[in-house]
């Protein structure tokens, strides 16, 4: 502590020093007023090594919270990627094996597994946007009819048949009212657009469940479930084909 006292002395001395020279004819109260005007308040040494002290805590707090914040968004972006991980982790092993079993000792390229990936997933995402979708055995049921009926009906044109990669055939269940029989004007709406419009069946049965300005902001799917005007229904489906054709 006496070190301390003697340095900040020491410094006030060396200010004090600094201080003008005053002499001639100055009168004495010219000089002891330049003399308090020029004498450093006392401790001022002490003062300024306290704040730079201070600045400096500061500033290692600020560091410490901005690592601590990095390090949090560290930790809650791994935890993101466990939990996805975690939700993929079955179809993943079941990937990986089918690959073992396919390629054996030979390696599959990136671009080869993400385009795998994106096949296998479309249809999930499809049915999220379209479905749900049933086989042709659901729709034998739901129908009460034979398999080949239900095949003739999709031939002709009766039944909105979405065709997966593997050659799977699917079926909109919504497509069919409340006695299991095909809303008739929904499903020549698909095939309008389908046809006139050169839309893929899975972009036109999108459009079937998707609100409509031009049907009251309802869906073409819950427009022709409520009963509403055919007519209407199918002068929209035009409309929209023939946009679409351009």
Not at 129 to 155: D, I, M, T
Request: aromatic share 4%.
């Amino acid at each position: 502590m006496s070190k301390s006292r003697g340095a900040s002395k020491g410094a006030d001395a060396e200010i004090a020093g600094t201080r003008p020279r005053v002499g001639g004819d100055v009168p004495p109260e010219t000089v002891e007023l330049m003399n308090e005007i020029t004498t450093p308040p006392r401790g001022a040494s002490e003062t300024l090594a306290s704040a730079v002290t201070g600045l400096t805590s500061v500033a290692v707090v600020h560091e410490a919270l901005e690592q601590l914040e990095a390090a949090r968004h560290a930790l809650a972006h791994a935890d993101a990627e466990l939990r996805i991980l975690a939700l993929h982790e079955e179809a993943s092993a079941v990937f990986a094996e089918t690959l073992s079993e396919v390629l054996g000792n030979r390696t599959l390229a990136v671009k080869d597994a993400r385009r795998a990936a994106l096949t296998a997933a479309a249809g999930t995402v499809w049915e999220d946007a379209v479905g749900p979708l049933l086989s042709s055995e659901q729709v034998r049921q739901l129908a009460n009819v034979s398999r080949q009926r239900v095949a003739q009906l999709a031939s002709d044109g009766l039944l909105i048949v979405l065709e997966e990669q593997s050659g799977t055939r699917r079926y909109p269940g919504w497509q069919f009212g409340p006695r299991g029989r095909p809303l008739a004007p929904l499903v020549a709406a698909h095939r309008t657009l389908v046809e006139e419009g050169h839309m893929s069946g899975w972009s036109a049965a999108s459009w079937c469940t998707h609100p409509h300005g031009e049907l009251d902001g309802r869906s073409p799917r819950d427009w022709a479930t409520a009963g509403e005007d055919p007519e209407r229904l199918a002068l929209v489906a035009r409309r929209d084909a023939a946009r679409s054709a351009r």
